[in-house]
């Protein structure tokens, strides 16, 4: 596969008003976007739009807005929506393209352009390659003619029909009346959404992270810093806390005492209940090469098993279709449910573990911990620039470790596709032994 000048492993991202996210790509990206899939026949085309709570969305969507019109395209704009929210009126409403301005659980000086196909699934490689090339083209190619140029609406019940849908994925003869809930929005896109859907299903809810100002996006909140939902789990004595990331695809959760249950273990309770109730495809769960090594030996003794893929979403997502699976994620909290969506949903997966809480009538606190993880320490190495990874010191070092580790547990090493940080996770029975392990690697990569 070529190598992409825009596109990383979601999306388009960077720092807003540094190259790539800046103004003027945004008005490339609508343009060549909005040829790639404006078809050749003569009915109107569509694109929806929607954001997260960053300051520098209010330079990106008009520039997206600006290109996509100018070749043709009708724009509707959501304002602050969830990402799935997007996939999902992506296809309810028949566009052609849904775009999602978000850089996900990043700092708010960071930003992001994700985009989807009218089925409401995240773009291949090869449509991302092609948009990349379009985007190089001169500003005056395919242009449409004055006549021709695409209006602009904004669509102002995006935000109750994504309620809405929410709602529908719980189990109707179940309600949340009588839980005490602590739902952490991060200041991001799900700020009004779900605290709405958790009370309409019946719960007492207390909100946090929903005082979005452009720039407290993730800030000391959300699934990155749980610490501020779990205090607040044991000072309201909730039965359960709910921490979303800024575009809420993904979610942790706490115990009714303050303790955090992750993506694996959101993952283990899940394909546990499906399994029980006869509703797990495919005979197991996707989850890629971060997932703790103790989901995989939890699955293979009910006898399911896990189909592990590269990192990101998309490839949880692209091996979930191909093997018709309708359960998988990663340990970071995204959680993809494709009996309901076809990107991760934190505030659906939520509703699935009450779901879970309230049919086995057992606390939070006795779910939270289906397995014991096997130690697992993750560790990030800044880099400036170069390759690391190719450096024959580091490769080295990651062959030595696999040589202690010894076929008794595992190691990954990797760039990351967002940030300028080397990923080094080692995995095994013995910690001291992992420690090891990731120190050496993590030396070698810093003498580079």
């Not at 009910?302 to 990192?311: A, F, I, M, N, P």
């Not at 969506?341 to 659906?348: P, Q």
């Not at 595992?410 to 760039?415: E, F, G, L, S």
């Amino acid at each position: 596969m070529s190598k992409r000048a825009y596109f990383g492993t979601d999306g388009i991202r960077g720092q807003a008003n540094k190259h790539p996210m800046t103004a003027e790509v945004a008005l490339r990206v609508g343009l060549a976007a909005g040829k790639l899939f404006r078809s050749q026949d003569d009915r109107r085309h569509l694109v929806v739009i929607g954001k997260d709570t960053r300051l520098s969305g209010y330079m990106i969507e008009p520039a997206l807005v600006a290109g996509f019109a100018s070749v043709g395209m009708d724009v509707r704009l959501f304002g602050p929506l969830p990402t799935p929210a997007v996939a999902m009126m992506t296809r309810s409403m028949r566009a052609d393209l849904g775009v999602m301005i978000s850089a996900s659980h990043n700092d708010y000086a960071d930003n992001g352009i994700k985009l989807f196909g009218p089925d409401g699934y995240k773009l291949s490689d090869e449509q991302e390659l092609k948009i990349e090339a379009l985007m190089d083209e001169g500003l005056q190619e395919g242009l449409a003619p004055p006549r021709g140029l695409g209006r602009v609406m904004r669509i102002d019940d995006a935000q109750a029909r994504y309620v809405e849908i929410v709602k529908a994925t719980f189990p109707r003869h179940l309600s949340l009346s009588g839980l005490r809930i602590v739902i952490d929005c991060a200041h991001g896109a799900a700020y009004k959404v779900a605290p709405t859907a958790l009370y309409e299903l019946g719960a007492e809810v207390f909100p946090i992270g929903v005082a979005p100002n452009g720039t407290n996006i993730n800030a000391e909140c959300g699934s990155t810093h749980p610490d501020a939902m779990a205090r607040l789990v044991r000072e309201y004595r909730a039965d359960i806390g709910i921490a979303l990331d800024g575009d809420a695809d993904r979610l942790v959760i706490c115990d009714e005492k303050g303790l955090v249950v992750d993506g694996d273990q959101i993952m283990a309770i899940i394909a546990a209940a499906y399994a029980k109730a006869g509703t797990l495809k495919a005979g197991g769960v996707v989850a890629t090469v971060m997932s703790n090594l103790g989901l995989e030996r939890f699955l293979s003794d009910k006898g399911l098993t896990l189909e592990r893929t590269s990192v990101g979403d998309r490839h949880v997502m692209a091996r979930m279709r191909e093997g018709g699976f309708n359960l998988g994620g990663e340990q970071s909290g995204h959680v993809i449910l494709s009996d309901f969506s076809t990107t991760g949903d934190g505030l659906i997966a939520a509703l699935q573990v009450l779901a879970v809480m309230i049919e086995s009538g057992k606390p939070m606190s006795a779910l939270g911990r289906q397995f014991e993880p096997a130690p697992q320490i993750l560790e990030n190495v800044r880099f400036a620039g170069g390759k690391p990874l190719d450096a024959k010191t580091v490769k080295e070092a990651i062959a030595d470790g696999e040589a202690q580790l010894n076929g008794s547990g595992r190691i990954v090493v990797r760039a990351s596709g967002t940030e300028p940080l080397i990923r080094i996770m080692a995995e095994g029975d013995d910690q001291a032994m992992v420690q090891r392990v990731v120190s050496a690697i993590v030396s070698a990569v810093k003498a580079v």
